[in-house]
Every structure is written in C-alpha cells, then in structure tokens.
C-alpha cells in the first residue's frame, strides 16, 4: 500500500524529491538556509608509537555559535578515528556511513582494516559527489603497516602525510607543527604539541573554540579517546539568579495529561520458618 | 528573504532535574499577512517524547506526518516505545536523505527517556547535523534572541515549576523582539508522571 509520500521500500542513499520545488522557491526569491558549519581546528600528527588525532569542539551557523561542545573526532573502526571540517552533517553521515562499510569489510576478511582503505572508501564517495558533500577530514589510524595519517578533500583528493591540519584553524595549527614537530616524538610531547595546535587555533581563529578532543591510537592497544582532554575555556559563573517568582506567567488555559508509570519494586522477603506438618497416620 | 522566515515560527526546549519542557510560538503566517493563531508546531510523538518543526508551514506537516508514519513501523515491528536518542537518529536521517533539496524545518526534539527517565532534548540544522547538548536549545526565526534569553535564564537543576517559568518568559521575551513569532505560545512540561499543557498569554501583535 505505498504512495508517492511514503513508498513501502524507500531507496537507499540520497532522495532528490525537493531539488525542483526548492529551485522553484529560490529563484523566487526564497534561497535556501545555510547548514551548520564546523568552522574547525583539526590535526592529527604521528608519533613514536602511533596516531594522536585532535580537535576543537565548536560549531557554527553562519557566526552563531550553534553547538559549544560537539564531538569531531568521529569512530570509523577500532583502529582509526576521523577528524571532520566543513559542513557538520556531512563529516558526521560520511564518517558513518564509511564506518559501517569498514565493519562489514572486516566481518568479511576477517582482519583488522588498513587505514588505506578508509581513506580509498571516503576519496571515492567524495569525488563521485564532486565537492557537494562539505566533508574535509583528518584521517588516523594504524595497521599491521604502522601508523598513517591522510588528509582528505571535498573534491575528493588525499594527501599522506606525517602531520596534518585542516579547517579554518589550520594555518594557526599548522604554524605549531611547522615549528614543533620531529620524528619519534613520545606520547607526553606528542599530546602536548597537539593541544598546543588545537589551542592556536582556538584562540586565533574564530570558527574554532571551546574545548579540546583528543585521540590517541597506540600501536598496540586500543585507541584511547580523550573527549575534553582540555577544557580550554570555562564558562564563567553566573553572577546573578534571573529566576522569575512563580505565577509570573500568565497563563491562558491549562490541561494535565497523566501518564501510567510502570514500576517495578523489589522487596527481599525473609525465608518463614515452616513447622513440619503432622503426618496422618 | 531566507525561506525559513516564509511563515515565521519558534520554538525553544529545556532541560530541568528529571523534566523536560518544550515550548512554541503559535503564529502562521504568509511573510507579513498573519494567516492563523493557532498553528503550534509542536507535536506529541510518543508518551513523552515530543518534536518542535519551525520553519516552512507545509514541510511541517510532512515532516510530521512521515515522522509519525515511520514511528508507528518502528513500534509495531519492534513493539516496544521508541526512545529520544533513537527517534533522533532517524529524523536526523530522513532530513540527510534530502541532503541536495531539503526540507526547510530546523527540528527539535525534547522528551524523558521511557526506561530510565534521564531528560534528553536535541536540536538539527535542515539537513540533519544533530546537537545534543547539556542545557537548552532554540530553533525559529527568532533564534539569536532565544539564544541571548536561554543564556541568561537557564541554570541547572530546575524543577518542573520554575523550568515552566523560565522557559516561558524566554520565549515570550525573545519573540516579542521578532516580528513573525508570537501570537500566543504553548508550552509543555514532562515529567515522568504527567505532561502539563499550557497556554501562555502572550502580545497579539
């Protein structure tokens, strides 16, 4: 019983259902809303015993700071964890949809993934989509080859690379790697330079702020994800109490939906002492 | 003009101690002609669990119906409630599949989990890039002024009555400096044991 509104299997992937009617509405003088931004500081570096990914915590519309603490450093497998810039709903869609892709293949062979193989799954979706997906990615992880770094572009392109930055922070983030990076660096000094670059870009750029993530995937071991390593800008403590007496609202009509609440009580009961009862004779 | 601000709208929710409250504007408009005082854009989804779609009137009423289409699938096949987190993923879904043409709502979603109770509210951009944060959320055209009153207003812990009063006068507040919100509001306190309904008297202008 399916209908135009709601076919009975809808296809998978993209649906272009709206394009002709909001093309319609935009040349009429209605063009559409910008999406949410991750305006974005992130990096990933490669040390001594691994991967250190990082990244700040603030996403934008246009310049409103829509979300204060969101998560960029997103789960692709155990191995690997992805960094996302550009536009927030793309980095999140892309990197799950790739995540799964990169469980079914491990169900498949049986091994852990290489992180080329991420970095192959994500180029070629973003390239056959020719930029429209905003998703510019910082990509780390580490098979049975080492540890890798990819950075990888909206168009579609990947470069490998020892150390990465991208966003709108990266030129600041970037500056603290040109100055501080060197091979073999230790866990402490690796984290220690990567909040270092999230902090640059916190502070200097403005799409980026808040706080700082970070990830770190050893060659041995399972990745350890710091979310809010730093929390590099407290809230400051609100000097006043702006709460209204009750009954300032006016208030036209009211109703009262009573709910059933199911619960669920457990009462330890004491074992009774039975006397035997008398046998008939 | 952007297309969100076509029929104006807006809509706010809070989280409190073992409450949530949601609440909306009630206009609908046609850019500046008000066509209806009494087009909330707030709909019950489930026991407690509720969705606020501001923006453009007529992906409203899609948007809720197929929402509502696909929660009654989900609660038959699965015969259990649908929790928030989950209801959250799936419109976050069905708003990414109209990624190159989407819809022009800016959900929110306020609601108690029904297992364990904890509060959870979430707010999306059109296209489904979901944010789920600790405090509050605001959606609408009158947005910045939601942000700059919630921010001042909210502080943790509130209980269901003075939850109902902040997120009250947040609202009304922030849309009587917004020329195509207002018109009266509503505004829905849950708690695990009962949803209060209010109609709160608001400008009519």
């Given at each position: ?8 299997v809808?296809?998978?992937g993209f649906?272009f259902?709206n ?37 700040d ?5 246009n ?9 960029k ?9 992805c960094?996302?810039?550009g536009?927030?709903a ?6 799950q ?10 169900l498949?062979?049986?091994?852990t993934?290489?992180?080329?193989t991420?970095a ?23 098979d049975?080859?080492?540890p ?6 909206p168009?579609g ?10 966003g709108?922070g990266?030129?600041?983030a970037?500056?603290v ?6 091979p ?8 220690k330079?990567?909040r ?10 403005l ?10 995937i ?15 800008n ?31 009580a457990v ?13 008939r004779? | 003009?952007?297309?969100l ?15 949530v ?17 009494n ?11 509720f969705?606020g779609?501001?923006?453009l ?8 119906q ?10 038959l096949k699965?015969n259990r409630?649908m ?9 976050s879904n069905m708003l990414?599949?109209?990624r ?23 707010n ?6 979901p944010n ?16 700059g ?17 902040t997120?009250?006068?947040a ?5 009587d400096?917004d ?16 949803i209060?309904?209010?109609?709160v ?5």
């Amino acid at each position: 019983m399916a209908s135009v509104l709601v076919p009975e299997v809808p296809a998978p992937g993209f649906s272009f259902e709206n394009c002709q009617r909001n093309a319609f509405l935009a040349q009429k003088g209605f063009p559409a809303p910008k999406a949410t931004k991750t305006g974005t500081t992130i990096v990933g570096i490669i040390y001594a015993d691994g991967v250190i990914l990082g990244a700040d915590t603030r996403a934008t519309e246009n310049t409103v700071v829509s979300d204060k603490n969101c998560q960029k450093i997103h789960y692709l497998a155990g191995n690997m964890y992805c960094c996302g810039a550009g536009t927030a709903a793309d980095t999140e869609m892309t990197t799950q949809t790739v995540a799964s892709q990169l469980e079914l293949q491990r169900l498949h062979t049986g091994r852990t993934v290489p992180v080329e193989t991420a970095a192959t799954l994500l180029k070629r979706m973003l390239f056959r989509y020719q930029g429209y997906i905003g998703a510019a990615l910082v990509l780390g992880g580490v098979d049975r080859t080492g540890p890798h770094i990819y950075c990888i572009y909206p168009h579609g392109s990947v470069d490998k690379l020892p150390y990465a930055t991208m966003g709108s922070g990266s030129l600041a983030a970037m500056a603290v790697f040109e100055a501080g990076w060197k091979p073999n660096m230790t866990e402490e000094e690796g984290k220690k330079l990567v909040r270092d670059a999230i902090a640059a870009g916190i502070f200097n750029d403005l799409g980026s702020g808040s706080n700082v993530d970070i990830c770190v995937i050893r060659n041995t071991g399972p990745a350890q994800y710091l979310r809010t390593y730093e929390e590099a800008n407290v809230k400051g403590k609100k000097q006043g109490s702006y709460r209204y007496p009750a009954g300032t609202t006016a208030v036209l009509k009211q109703r009262v939906i009573p709910l059933e609440v199911e619960s669920v009580a457990v009462h330890p009961v004491q074992a009774m002492e039975v006397e035997p009862s008398p046998s008939r004779r | 003009m952007s297309i969100l601000a076509y029929n104006g709208g807006a809509v706010v929710a809070m989280r409190g101690q073992d409450c949530v409250a949601i609440a909306t504007d009630k206009r609908f408009g046609i850019q500046a002609q008000t066509v209806s005082t009494n087009f909330p854009k707030v709909y019950r989804m489930g026991p407690t669990l509720f969705v606020g779609l501001p923006g453009l009137a007529t992906d409203t009423q899609t948007v809720h119906q197929r929402l509502k289409f696909r929660m009654n699938l989900y609660e038959l096949k699965e015969n259990r409630v649908m929790r928030p987190k989950t209801f959250s993923a799936m419109l976050s879904n069905m708003l990414y599949e109209k990624r190159f043409g989407p819809y022009f709502i800016e959900p929110v979603i306020a609601g108690l989990d029904p297992y364990d109770n904890q509060p959870y509210v979430c707010n999306m951009d059109l296209i489904g890039c979901p944010n789920e944060p600790e405090d509050f959320v605001v959606s609408g055209t009158c947005s910045e002024q939601l942000y700059g009153m919630c921010e001042a207003l909210w502080e943790p812990n509130l209980k269901p009555d003075e939850l109902f009063e902040t997120i009250s006068q947040a609202l009304v507040n922030a849309a009587d400096r917004d020329a195509i919100s207002g018109w009266g509001a509503v505004v829905y306190i849950i708690e695990k044991d009962k949803i209060t309904e209010k109609h709160v008297k608001t400008r009519m202008d």
